[in-house]
């Protein structure tokens, strides 16, 4: 089943640190609960000029002040003018630095009228630019249909923002498409579809290729680093950050940008659980939802990529065996002889989780190369398990399947059917079986081994333990000054929230009658992966179960990113359904 590392997963290896971690957070991009964005991520690198030490971005603007309701009451807000947010530990801290090469203060950063935050000076004749683009369909063929890159052309930025959201994070937005500060009034006829893009990880952030899956012509586009990653602040920041509190920041944001109602929320991966709780929370602001590697972060999922007897240490069983050799779990699964877990005793949370939790300690403790030796091998492993869906930056111009079947689709009028790759009916599989008696077949979960804890009530956040490393270990070529201007937000975040997965998610049972019954009438479009290792499509079938209203379409060869061809083609046509019913 598992196709191994290919020669570019190999190269990484033996790569600096330093480089490994850069990688991680910008190219390898979100794998658990995330995105993995390799080839473009590269590319917005490049774009951006960033080098490894700028990558401590901070934030230096002031912003408009909307206090959550979940914010802490530590502090009140008057005026326009906030400070920075200072991080509560001083080793993670950033020193303001200009953000894309811009110095902060300059006539080219404007205030809004709106409150008081502070943009970016739009692009010149940006808006003029994505009219033209568009207009030259560039990117589709002769019949119309978008070619081998599936994606629009890369667009202009037309302005960013920050928000304050509480006394500790300050949030970043981007916004690409269309730009209702300069249309014209033939274009106030046609006014723009609103989309938000909602990134996973925990803690992948947004990059500008995030933009490209939707029409610039139709949409005014929407990106933000959701707390404690991107170009958000505090980077790393692990107060104030549940799931509750981003659900409440895309509400916060809507207002802020005056959009009466968002037409579409797109969320991969962490970021289809984001999605789904926004709209369960917040119905009346969301019109449609495109969903991509479901996720629904149930303490199965996680138990799927980080625990002892999960499906992905299965898959994988070297890759898991130095996943934990490198925090000194032993064969048992205990930490260094701990004898407290007995064999008898197999599923318990806390040996099937002694190795999340010892990478809890290394990540999220003071110890800055403690916490960097961890991120490389977070990374490693990360790495390993994208790799067995097959999927690679590499492969962006092939597609990945010579079967005639390419496709399993469920809508609710028609049930399930095998489709080409023209999206034209398919009767039978080539082992002669019709689509609804290979759906089954298609789970990978191992029942026996995943459990859940039987209630979400009482759940509290770990509380975080000095940790020594083993002492065999390499020692990493890297000084300890330098290690401090690193903050690892992904595997940050994807750990602290995996760890906490019962405090985060106590609110939230997403599957629940109760929660689906509030989005019932919300058109969806699901995009899973037939072959995802991340996020298996146990859950986008758990989710189908109870809410068949929810059009679900399997990509039978693809795997977890939204890059891959089959995928990012799925994707565009779902935004340009949507589009066009939203138009008529």
Same mark, same amino acid.
């Given at each position: @089943?598992?196709?191994g590392?290919?020669?570019?997963?190999? @190269?990484?290896?033996?790569?600096?640190?330093?480089?490994?971690?850069?990688?991680?957070?910008?190219?390898?991009?979100?794998?658990?609960?995330?995105?993995?964005?390799?080839?473009?991520?590269?590319?917005?690198?490049?774009?951006?000029?960033?080098?490894?030490?700028?990558?401590?971005?901070?934030f230096?603007?002031?912003?408009?002040v909307?206090? %959550?309701?979940? %914010?802490?009451?530590?502090?009140?807000?008057?005026?326009? !003018?906030?400070?920075?947010?200072?991080?509560?530990?001083?080793?993670?801290?950033?020193? &303001?630095?200009?953000?894309?090469g811009?110095?902060?203060?300059?006539?080219?950063?404007?205030?809004?009228?709106?409150?008081g935050?502070?943009? !970016?000076?739009?692009?010149?004749?940006?808006?003029?630019?994505?009219?033209?683009?568009?207009?030259?369909?560039?990117?589709? $063929?002769?019949?119309?249909?978008?070619?081998?890159?599936?994606?629009?052309? +890369?667009?202009?930025?037309?302005?960013?923002?920050?928000l304050?959201?509480?006394?500790?994070?300050?949030?970043?937005?981007?916004?690409?498409?269309? /730009?209702?500060?300069?249309?014209?009034?033939? $274009?106030?006829?046609?006014?723009?579809?609103?989309?938000?893009?909602?990134?996973?990880?925990?803690?992948?952030?947004?990059? &500008?290729?995030?933009?490209?899956?939707?029409?610039?012509?139709?949409?005014?586009?929407?990106?933000?680093?959701?707390?404690?990653?991107?170009? %958000?602040?505090?980077?790393?920041?692990?107060?104030?950050n549940?799931?509750?509190?981003?659900?409440? $920041?895309?509400?916060?944001l809507?207002?802020?940008?005056?959009?009466?109602?968002?037409?579409?929320?797109?969320?991969?991966?962490?970021?289809?659980?984001?999605?789904?709780?926004?709209?369960?929370?917040?119905?009346?602001?969301?019109?449609?939802?495109?969903?991509?590697?479901?996720?629904?972060?149930?303490?199965?999922?996680?138990?799927?990529?980080?625990?002892? /007897?999960?499906?992905?240490?299965?898959?994988?069983?070297?890759?898991?065996?130095?996943?934990?050799?490198?925090?000194?779990?032993?064969?048992?699964?205990?930490?260094?002889?701990?004898?407290?877990?007995?064999? /008898?005793?197999?599923?318990?949370?806390?040996?099937?989780?002694?190795?999340?939790?010892a990478?809890?300690?290394?990540?999220?403790?003071?110890?800055?190369?403690?916490?960097?030796?961890?991120?490389?091998?977070?990374? !490693?492993?990360? @790495?390993?398990?994208?790799?067995?869906?097959?999927?690679?930056?590499? $492969?962006?111009?092939? /597609?990945?399947s010579?079967?005639?079947?390419?496709?399993?689709?469920?809508?609710?009028?028609?049930?399930?059917?095998?489709?080409? !790759?023209?999206?034209?009916?398919?009767?039978?599989?080539? *082992?002669?079986q019709?689509?609804?008696?290979?759906?089954?077949?298609?789970?990978?979960?191992?029942?026996?081994?995943?459990?859940?804890?039987?209630?979400?009530?009482?759940?509290?956040?770990?509380?975080?333990?000095?940790?020594?490393? &083993?002492?065999?270990?390499?020692?990493?070529?890297?000084?300890?000054?330098?290690?401090?201007?690193?903050?690892?937000?992904?595997?940050?975040?994807?750990?602290?929230?995996?760890?906490?997965?019962k405090?985060? @998610?106590?609110?939230?049972?997403?599957?629940?009658?109760?929660?689906?019954?509030?989005?019932?009438?919300?058109?969806?479009?699901?995009?899973?992966?037939?072959?995802?290792?991340?996020c298996?499509?146990?859950?986008?079938?758990?989710?189908?179960?109870?809410?068949?209203?929810?059009?679900?379409?399997?990509?039978?060869?693809?795997?977890?990113?939204?890059?891959? +061809? *089959?995928?990012?083609?799925?994707?565009?046509?779902?935004?340009?359904?949507?589009?066009?019913?939203g138009?008529?």
């Open positions: @089943m598992a196709r590392w290919t020669p570019n997963h190999r @190269m990484l290896l033996f790569l600096p640190l330093s480089v490994l971690v850069f990688l991680q957070e910008c190219v390898a991009g979100p794998l658990r609960f995330g995105t993995m964005q390799q080839s473009a991520r590269a590319g917005h690198l490049r774009n951006r000029q960033t080098s490894l030490i700028s990558r401590q971005i901070s230096v603007a002031p912003v408009a909307r206090k %959550s309701s979940l %914010s802490d009451d530590s502090s009140s807000f008057g005026g326009s !003018k906030i400070n920075a947010p200072v991080h509560p530990n001083p080793q993670m801290a950033r020193k &303001p630095i200009s953000v894309f811009m110095a902060v203060g300059t006539t080219e950063n404007r205030t809004s009228q709106s409150g935050a502070t943009f !970016k000076a739009r692009p010149a004749q940006a808006q003029q630019n994505v009219n033209s683009t568009n207009s030259s369909v560039s990117n589709r $063929d002769a019949n119309g249909t978008m070619s081998q890159t599936n994606l629009y052309p +890369p667009l202009p930025r037309n302005c960013n923002g920050t304050q959201v509480d006394s500790i994070h300050t949030l970043y937005y981007e916004e690409y498409g269309r /730009d209702p500060a300069n249309e014209s009034e033939a $274009d106030a006829l046609h006014p723009p579809l609103t989309a938000l893009f909602l990134h996973g990880g925990p803690g992948a952030g947004c990059f &500008p290729n995030h933009a490209r899956f939707f029409d610039p012509a139709r949409y005014r586009i929407i990106l933000f680093d959701q707390r404690g990653c991107g170009r %958000s602040a505090p980077r790393g920041e692990t107060r104030n549940s799931l509750a509190h981003l659900v409440e $920041d895309c509400e916060a809507r207002v802020e940008l005056g959009v009466d109602k968002w037409d579409v929320v797109l969320g991969g991966s962490w970021g289809a659980t984001l999605a789904l709780a926004y709209a369960q929370e917040y119905p009346g602001s969301v019109s449609s939802i495109i969903l991509r590697g479901v996720c629904t972060f149930r303490s199965q999922e996680v138990e799927w990529l980080f625990g002892r /007897d999960g499906g992905a240490s299965v898959l994988n069983p070297a890759g898991w065996k130095e996943f934990e050799d490198a925090v000194g779990i032993d064969a048992s699964g205990c930490k260094g002889g701990d004898t407290r877990y007995s064999e /008898d005793n197999h599923n318990d949370l806390e040996k099937r989780r002694a190795a999340l939790h990478y809890y300690d290394c990540l999220l403790g003071e110890d800055s190369l403690v916490r960097l030796q961890a991120a490389k091998s977070w990374f !490693k492993w990360e @790495m390993g398990i994208s790799a067995l869906a097959g999927f690679s930056g590499n $492969d962006k111009d092939k /597609d990945n010579d079967s005639p079947i390419a496709c399993l689709q469920f809508r609710k009028r028609t049930g399930w059917e095998f489709l080409d !790759k023209g999206g034209q009916h398919v009767a039978l599989n080539s *082992a002669g019709a689509a609804p008696d290979v759906v089954s077949s298609l789970r990978q979960w191992q029942r026996s081994s995943i459990k859940s804890p039987s209630s979400r009530n009482g759940a509290k956040i770990r509380s975080i333990q000095q940790y020594e490393l &083993p002492a065999n270990l390499t020692p990493l070529n890297c000084a300890e000054d330098e290690a401090k201007q690193f903050i690892p937000a992904q595997a940050m975040l994807t750990c602290f929230y995996s760890v906490n997965d405090y985060m @998610m106590q609110k939230f049972d997403l599957l629940s009658k109760e929660r689906i019954e509030r989005i019932r009438h919300i058109p969806c479009i699901a995009v899973q992966g037939g072959q995802d290792t991340i298996p499509i146990d859950t986008a079938l758990d989710l189908h179960t109870v809410w068949p209203e929810m059009e679900l379409r399997v990509l039978l060869a693809s795997g977890h990113s939204m890059y891959d +061809p *089959a995928i990012s083609r799925e994707l565009v046509r779902a935004t340009e359904r949507l589009q066009q019913e138009t008529n």
